[in-house]
Each structure stands twice: as C-alpha cells, then as structure tokens.
C-alpha cells in the first residue's frame, strides 16, 4: 500500500493550492481517505476526511469554507482543493486511510482516528506567507 501526496508549495496569504494523493496496492473506492497536518511544534491533526461513497465528508472548523475534499475512485486519487490559504495553514500536509477504520461511514469519526490510521502517505509542504 502507497500513498504519494504532492501538490504542496509556497504562496501568498489568500492564495491557493490543490493537494494530491495518488494510492496504489488497493482500491481506494472500498475506504474512506482523509487529509491531515501537521505544522512544526504542533501535533498532527485532521483537516477534511470523505466516505468511500462520497456521501459523507468531515471538515476541521479551520478550514471549513475554504478548503473542499472531493476523490476520484477511477484515479485512485484524493484531492484537496485549499482557498484562501493563511500563514496557519502553513504545515506538512498528509493524506491517510486505514483497512479497517477506512470502512467507517461517518467522517467526523474517522477522522477523529488520527492515531489509528496504519496507512500514511509521505507529506507534501505547504507554506503560505503573509
């Protein structure tokens, strides 16, 4: 199982970034997938999260309005589209899902299993000046 993440980079307070997650060894239409953080200093914590059947979809209170998750099962991939970036988003940005913690149907609490997810993708940078 692999996650590649990509997509990260330095912009400008209000800028915007869209952050890819390729995963390949498994199909990703069976489990939910998420994005999480982690800036320097700071734990890690999560930013969006969708269900496998895209009905459900988790956003942490900073980012909701501004950053949207969506996935493209047929690519594997999981995307995240980030507006109106502010020097805090600035962070490692990874995307994580877990074979049996991905089934769960409400992202809320999938996402909340930031520490029981086995599968990690390698972080992508994200810096955003002011």
């Known amino acids: 199982v692999q996650l590649q993440a990509s997509g990260g980079g330095l912009v400008q307070s209000g800028g915007s970034l869209r952050l890819s997650c390729v995963v390949s060894?498994?199909?990703?239409?069976?489990?939910?997938i998420g994005w999480f953080r982690q800036a320097p200093g700071k734990e890690r914590e999560e930013v969006a999260c969708i269900s496998s059947s895209n009905r459900d979809r988790y956003y942490a209170g900073s980012v909701k309005g501004r950053f949207t998750i969506s996935r493209d099962n047929a690519k594997n991939t999981v995307y995240l589209q980030m507006n109106g970036l502010q020097p805090e988003d600035t962070a490692t940005y990874y995307c994580?899902?877990?074979?049996?913690?991905?089934?769960?149907?409400?992202?809320?609490?999938?996402?909340?299993?930031?520490?029981?997810?086995?599968?990690w993708g390698q972080g992508t940078q994200v810096t955003v000046s002011s």
């Open positions: 994580a899902t877990d074979p049996v913690y991905g089934i769960e149907s409400a992202m809320e609490r999938f996402c909340g299993r930031i520490k029981d997810l086995d599968a």
């Open positions: 060894g498994f199909s990703l239409a069976d489990f939910a």
